[in-house]
């Protein structure tokens, strides 16, 4: 249920809504190996508020908070982000995820950061970048995309996957490299 959504001529946005959803769990789990949530019926009643700016500006933010329960416990989660548009080849993206999430077995608090660029060099050459951290998982994660689109329908891409652990003194440990070369005809 959303009762406020205002929508701008110029895309600002600005919304507050209710959601409750219901989920049966049929076997106990645990998150993270440590917090146990048991087999039961849960009803999740989630409120959220967001504003954000138009995308069509050389700058655009976006704000949102939302709060409620999480099997049997509560959640907020507040997110952040950041976009500038410097031009039609260059964009950069910087966002924040938290969720401080309280449950009856623990409490923990998830951080979700990323970093995006996506580069367009002409129409046919592109360059877009992903790079995360997630905090819960101790995981840093890169994802880059070169593209070359001679024409339309053709395309060819050249990706690379990186993930690296976190360790105790804060190194980074490679877990995983992937390149791989894709063509579409």
């Known amino acids: 249920v959303r009762p406020v959504t205002f929508r701008s001529h110029s895309g600002d946005f600005l919304l507050a809504e209710w959601g409750h959803s219901y989920e049966r769990v049929t076997e106990p789990f645990k998150l993270f190996g440590r917090l146990e949530i048991p087999a039961g019926e849960y009803e999740f009643d989630r409120y959220r508020a967001e504003v ?3 995308t069509q500006r050389p700058i655009s933010v976006v704000l949102s908070l939302q709060d409620g329960k999480f099997f049997g416990g509560d959640r907020l989660e507040k997110f ?3 976009q500038w ?4 080849h260059f964009f950069l993206g910087l966002s924040f995820r938290e969720n401080v999430v ?3 077995s623990g409490n923990f ?5 990323s970093l ?3 580069i367009a060099f002409n129409s046919h050459w592109a360059w877009s970048n992903l790079i995360q951290y997630d905090n819960t998982a101790e995981m840093f994660n890169v994802n880059s995309r070169l593209r070359y689109e001679p ?6 891409l050249l990706v690379l996957n990186h993930r690296s652990a976190i360790a105790n003194d804060n190194s980074f440990n490679s877990i995983s490299n992937e390149i791989v070369l894709k063509l579409s005809y």
């Open 52 to 54: 954000s700016t138009g």
């Open 80 to 82: 952040v982000e950041f």
């Open 85 to 88: 548009r410097q031009s039609a």
């Open 102 to 104: 309280k449950l009856p």
């Open 109 to 113: 608090t998830s951080r979700l950061g």
């Open 116 to 118: 995006r660029t996506d």
């Open 151 to 156: 024409v339309a329908g053709r395309e060819l």
